[in-house]
Each structure stands twice: as structure tokens, then as C-alpha cells.
């Protein structure tokens, strides 16, 4: 079964640093992947995803992402921080031709000014 | 404007009681699904249905029901049977076309059971 992993479920990062949030997968087949972003009491929405391609991809809001299939990893990453990036971050599969979203646990962003 | 909605944003329910949750999407999407987000385990799915008059059941449907009547709605039932009912349901849908389709989420509702 798909599993993800997403390291650390708390980041700090300061207002204009480099925000990286880790994702790892399990699978032997590359499955699809995304990123999804959640601020307190709403729903997710989509920050980038990857089906097949070139491995960088970039999302909304200045974040990207790239799909390292050797370390089966998908991590998130911003150059630069800003206060409104404060939210909690998802990363989820979709093994491919299925119609089902595997989530990590998520990571809570936190800027700090 | 299209998106999904989701009602009430707050419910509160007594022990013992059902209670039934409102997903609507005016995507025009074929596919719908309910997840449960718990604080630290990130969101697991209850049920999703690829097409009217039929739905599955995901990874942690005991205790809840779904029906699919309508392709824009999707309401979802909290049993008596659910043990820990309270949490924060997502409801979302998407194009069902086999591929890596992307699902878009509404507001959601949190459940409070007293």
C-alpha cells in the first residue's frame, strides 16, 4: 500500500528564508504527486502536482517542487518566506490509474517575523 | 461561481444521535469524496463515488453512510455506530478521467459531539 511520509510536523522558518518541507513516498511505481495547502478552519487547495514530465514543478504563490525518483522524495520548497505563507502543508499520491488520495500527516508552517 | 459547499461549517451533535453532513459541487465533476482530518494524522478517507448511484468505501468508512442521488450532491451520514465522531469532514470532488485528476476541497464542517 502507498504511504507517505512527511518529515517533521512543525517548521519555523524566519519572514524571508528558505522554506523546505520534506515528502517521501513508498511505492515502486511512480505514483502521482502533490501538494496542498490548508489555512486554519478551511478546506485544502492545490499548490502544484506532478504526473509525468519534467521533475521541477511550479505551483501557485512561488513554491515548487521536484520528483526525485531515486530517493522517492517530492519536497516542497519557496526561496523566500512570507508571513501569509503560514498554513499547514499536505502532501499526498496518487498511485497511478487510481482515483484515491493517500495524505501525509501534514506540516505546520510557522513565520516567524 | 463553481466550487464546492459545505454544510453547516459547525455541528454539534448529541451522543447517540445521526447526523448528516451537505456536500454540493457545481464543477460538474463526476467524482466525489469525503475524507476525516484528526489533528497530526493528516486526512483519511471515509467514501468516494466515481459516478451516480454508486459509491466505495475508503479506508475508515465504518460508522458512516453516503448516497449518491444526484451527480452534484454527495451528503454523507455520521452514525450512532461512529465511536469518535468528532473531527473536522472535507468534502471534494473531481473530473473522473483515469488520470492524475485533481481534487478540489471544499470549507468543510467540524462535528462536536457533546
Known amino acids: 500500500a502507498q504511504s507517505v511520509t512527511q518529515l517533521g510536523s512543525h517548521v519555523s522558518v524566519s519572514e524571508g528564508a528558505l522554506v523546505l518541507l520534506r515528502c517521501n513516498y513508498s511505492?515502486?511505481?511512480?505514483?502521482?504527486l502533490f501538494w496542498y495547502v490548508q489555512y486554519p478552519n478551511q478546506g485544502l487547495q492545490l499548490l502544484l502536482k506532478y504526473t509525468t514530465g519534467a521533475t521541477l514543478v511550479k505551483g501557485i504563490n512561488g513554491f515548487e517542487a521536484e520528483f526525485k525518483k531515486s530517493e522517492t522524495s517530492f519536497h516542497l520548497t519557496k526561496p523566500s518566506a512570507h508571513m501569509s505563507d503560514a498554513a499547514e502543508y499536505f502532501c499526498?499520491?496518487?498511485?497511478?490509474?487510481?482515483?484515491?488520495?493517500?495524505f501525509g500527516q501534514g506540516t505546520r508552517l510557522t513565520i516567524n517575523p | 461561481d463553481g466550487g464546492i459547499t459545505q454544510s453547516p461549517k459547525y455541528l454539534f451533535r448529541k451522543e447517540g444521535q445521526n447526523v448528516t453532513l451537505s456536500c454540493e459541487q457545481n464543477l460538474n465533476h463526476d467524482a466525489m469524496y469525503w475524507y476525516r482530518q484528526d489533528p497530526g494524522q493528516g486526512l483519511r478517507l471515509i467514501y468516494y463515488?466515481?459516478?451516480?448511484?454508486?459509491?466505495q468505501k475508503g479506508d475508515i468508512a465504518e460508522g458512516y453512510s453516503v448516497s449518491r442521488e444526484k451527480k452534484e450532491s454527495f451528503p454523507l451520514t455520521v452514525t450512532s455506530a461512529q465511536k469518535n465522531p468528532t473531527a473536522f469532514y472535507l468534502c471534494?470532488?473531481?473530473?473522473?478521467?483515469?488520470?492524475?485528476?485533481?481534487?478540489?476541497f471544499g470549507p468543510g464542517t467540524r462535528l462536536t459531539v457533546l
Open positions: 463515488s466515481q459516478i451516480v448511484n454508486d459509491f
Open positions: 471534494a470532488s473531481s473530473i473522473f478521467q483515469g488520470l492524475s485528476d485533481t481534487q478540489y
Open positions: 511505492s515502486s511505481v511512480p505514483p502521482y
Open positions: 499526498a499520491v496518487s498511485p497511478q490509474g487510481a482515483q484515491k488520495l493517500v
